[in-house]
C-alpha cells in the first residue's frame, strides 16, 4: 500500500477511535441521537475503508468476517439506541418502568460497542501490519534528458518499500512565444522503462516525491513543458517536489547562477558539490542538495559495459577513432556568425583529413533554437546540416542515448560548458575545447594571404586577447619595466610594452616569486598548485609585490620574493567561473569588474583592504594612455621568448575543467596532426578533476534515493 494512503487511513481510524469514546459517552449520558449519528458515519466509513484495503490484507474470508464482525456490532448497538428512542416516545409508560427499559438497552447499546472497539482493534493491527510503499513519481518530458533521472528510478526499484512511476509529460514547442507542435516521447524511452500515461491523477495519488528535470515553467523561449506540469502546480500534490539538473558542470555553466522559475517552488535542488551550491542564487541555496550527478552515473555505466555500435555507424566509422563533436545552443544564441564558420571549419577538417571519423550530435534544442535568430543563419545551418548528411562527412547522432555516443568515442570536440564534456571527464577521455574565434581569424587570413602565417595569427589573437580586458591597459609606452601583466594559465606573467607599432612581450616567471615551477613538479603534486590556471586574470605590480587579481578565484594573491604566496579572500565566499570580466588600475586602487560575484570590488594598494562597491559604480580610470584600437597602430606582437613555450596543453591545476584550450598556437588542425604538447593528456588527471566537480561520482542516483528515503522516514541527518 501506497505510504500517504496508508498514512491517511491511520488517520480515519484515529478519527473513528475518538468517535467510539463520544459514542460511549452519548449512550451513558442519554444522547441517543448524537450516537447514533456518529453510528452511522463509522459504519460507512469503515465501508470505505475495507475496500481501501481489500487487497492489501491476506485472507479474504478472515478480512470479510473481520469488518463484518465490526459492522454488525455497530448495527446491533444501534438498534438498541433505537430501542431506547422508541421507548422514550411511548405514552402511558411509569417512571420506574421506564428508566428501568432505559438502563437496559444503554447497557446492551454499550455491550455492542465493546464488541465493535474489540473488532476495531484488530482491524487497526491488521492494516498497522499492511506494508508501506513510498511513491516517488519521475516526470521527464525528453526522452533524451532521461539520464539526469534513470539511476535515482533505478535505485527505487531495488528497494520493495518504495513504488517508482515513470510519467513521461508533454510538451510543447514554441513559436513566436505561443504553443506550437504537441509533443509527448514516451514511446522513445528505452524498453526496460515500465511508463504510464498522463491519465495518472497526481491529486489522487499525493505522491511522497515528485522528480523533474525542466525548471523553465512557462519561461523558455523555445519550449514549454505542458502547464498542468508547471512547478508551482506540482508542488500543491507533494511534499517533496525534487529538481534534478538535466545538465552537468564542469565548473563554468553560467546558467547555473541564474535564477530558474521552479527555483521558487520546489522543495529540493540536487546539485554535484559544494562549488555547484555556492553558485546557486543565494536565497535557494538552503534547498541545495549536495549528491552528485545521475549523468555521470550513466556515462560510467556505459563506458564499464560499451554499447554494440550500430551498423550504419560501423560503415561509416570504417574502424577509424571516433571524434565527438557537440554543438550547443548557448555558444549559437552567443554569436550565430561564428558559431556557423566553426562548424563549417570542423565539417571541412574531417573531409580532409580521413584518418579520424567525426560524430556529430548537436544539442536536441539547437535546430529550434534557430527560431530566435535571423531566419538567415537557420538557412545556413540547414544547409550545413543536409551537406553532412548528404555526403556522408561523419555520424550523425540525433538519438536519445548520448551516453551511447560517448561510449563509442575517444576525443571530445566543442564547448567547455556543455554537460556532455563532464560525461567525457567521467570517462576519462580528452577535451578539446573549441574557440569559434580561432577559426573566424584564421579564415580572414587564409583569404587575405591565401597561406597561414603565424607571426600574424599571433598579433591578431594576442591583440584579442588584451583588448578583452576591456579598461586595462595592459602595455604602456615609454616604461622600462611594465607594472601591469596577464596571468597565463597559472604558469608565468605576461608583461607588454609599445614600442612604436611593435607590441613586445616578455614573460616572468613565476618561480621567482615563491611559486613553484610547475615542469618540474610531479604529476600527483600538481593538484595542489597554488596558481590555478583559471582563477586570476591581471596582475599589478606595486612597491616590491605582485597582485594576482581574482577571474573566477574568490581572492587576491600576493607575490613577494622570499616569501610564501599570500591569500587575500573576498567578503563573498565561493569560486566562481568568471567571477570577474577584467580589472584595472585606479591611483592607488585596484577595480574589479563583476560578471558572476555579486559586486564590483576595490583593492587597496596601499593597506591591501578589500571593499565590495554595493552602490554599483566604478572609479573611473583618470590620465590613462589607452591601450590603441586593433589595427589603429600596432602592427606586430613580438616575443621576448620562444612563443612555443605558450603552448601548454592539458593544466591538471584548473579549476573548473581539464581541457585543451584551442587558441591561435595550437588550433584543432594541429591537434588532429598530433603536434607535441607540453601537458600531454593523462587519465589520471582527468579522473581527479572528476572527484573535484561532483560528489558520489557512479553512485549518486543511490544516494539521492537514500536521501529521500531517510527524509521520509524521519532519519535524515
Known sequence: MRKKKKEQIVSLLQCYKEAHSTIREGIEEGRGEEAISLLVLCQEGMEKIERDTEQELNGKAEREALFSSYQEALYSCYLSLIKTEEKEGEENLDSSAFDSQQVSCAKRAISHLDRAESCFSEIEEAIASIPSKSLHLFLPYKASMWDSMES???????????????????????????????????????????????????????????????????????????????????????????????????????????????????????????????????????????????????????????????????????????????????????????????????????????????????????????????????????????????????????????????????????????????????????????????????????????????????????????????????????????????????????????????????????????????ESMSVSAREYMPVPADEYGEAYFYEGRWILTPRAGNHFLILEKGKEPRKLPLPEGGCKPDAFSGSYRGGEYLFCKAENYSFDVRFSLKTHGIKELKEGVLHEEEDREAFPEKGEEIEHVEFLFPAEELISGFLPWRSFSYGLQETALYSLSDYLEERPLLYAFDEDDSKRKLEELSVHVGSSGKAIYAFFKAMLSGKEE
Not at 392 to 413: F, H, N
Open 152 to 518: 535515482v528510478y533505478f535505485a527505487a526499484l531495488q528497494d520493495p518499500s518504495c513504488e517508482a512511476l515513470v510519467m513521461p509529460i508533454t510538451y510543447y514547442e514554441k513559436e513566436d512565444g505561443k504553443f506550437g507542435k504537441r509533443i509527448n516521447e514516451r514511446a522513445e524511452f528505452p524498453s526496460e522503462i515500465k511508463t504510464i500515461d498522463e491519465g495518472f491523477s497526481l491529486e489522487e495519488a499525493q505522491p511522497d516525491v515528485i522528480y523533474i528535470h525542466n525548471p523553465y515553467d512557462d519561461k523558455n523561449i523555445l519550449t514549454s513543458v505542458d502547464p498542468r506540469y508547471y512547478s508551482f502546480r506540482l508542488k500543491d500534490f507533494t511534499d517533496n517536489l525534487v529538481y534534478i539538473p538535466y545538465y552537468t558542470t564542469m565548473g563554468k555553466a553560467g546558467f547555473g547562477s541564474l535564477f530558474m522559475p521552479a527555483y521558487r517552488y520546489v522543495h529540493h535542488i540536487v546539485v554535484q558539490s559544494e562549488e555547484h551550491k555556492q553558485r546557486l542564487p543565494k536565497e535557494v541555496q538552503e534547498k541545495a542538495r549536495i549528491l552528485g550527478s545521475p549523468k555521470l552515473d550513466r556515462a560510467l555505466a556505459y563506458s564499464q559495459n560499451p554499447p554494440e555500435m550500430p551498423e550504419d555507424w560501423k560503415r561509416i566509422a570504417g574502424g577509424r577513432k571516433i571524434y565527438y563533436y557537440n554543438t550547443v545552443i548557448e555558444e549559437m544564441l552567443g554569436n550565430p556568425e561564428s558559431f556557423l564558420q566553426k562548424m563549417e571549419e570542423v565539417f571541412s577538417l574531417f573531409k580532409e583529413n580521413p584518418k579520424y571519423c567525426l560524430l556529430w550530435r548537436p544539442h536536441p534544442l539547437l535546430e529550434s533554437s534557430f527560431l530566435a535568430v535571423d531566419t538567415a543563419y537557420r538557412k545556413r545551418f540547414l544547409e550545413l546540416k543536409l551537406r553532412y548528411l548528404t555526403e556522408e562527412i561523419g555520424i550523425y547522432d540525433s538519438s536519445a542515448e548520448p551516453e551511447r555516443a560517448v561510449a563509442l568515442s575517444s576525443v571530445y570536440l566543442g564547448d567547455e560548458t556543455s554537460s556532455m564534456a563532464a560525461l567525457f571527464l567521467a570517462e576519462g577521455k580528452p577535451l578539446f575545447i573549441l574557440d569559434s574565434t580561432v577559426s573566424e581569424e584564421r579564415r580572414q587570413e587564409e583569404r587575405n594571404q591565401g597561406e597561414r602565417n603565424q607571426e600574424q595569427r599571433l598579433t591578431a589573437y594576442f591583440l584579442r586577447l588584451f583588448h578583452r580586458m576591456k579598461r586595462q591597459s595592459f602595455a604602456l609606452s615609454g616604461k622600462k619595466e611594465p607594472e601591469e601583466a596577464l596571468v597565463y594559465e597559472g604558469r608565468f606573467l605576461l608583461m607588454g610594452q609599445l614600442e612604436g607599432d611593435r607590441l613586445r612581450i616578455r614573460k616572468l616567471a613565476l618561480s621567482e616569486w615563491g611559486i613553484p615551477e610547475q
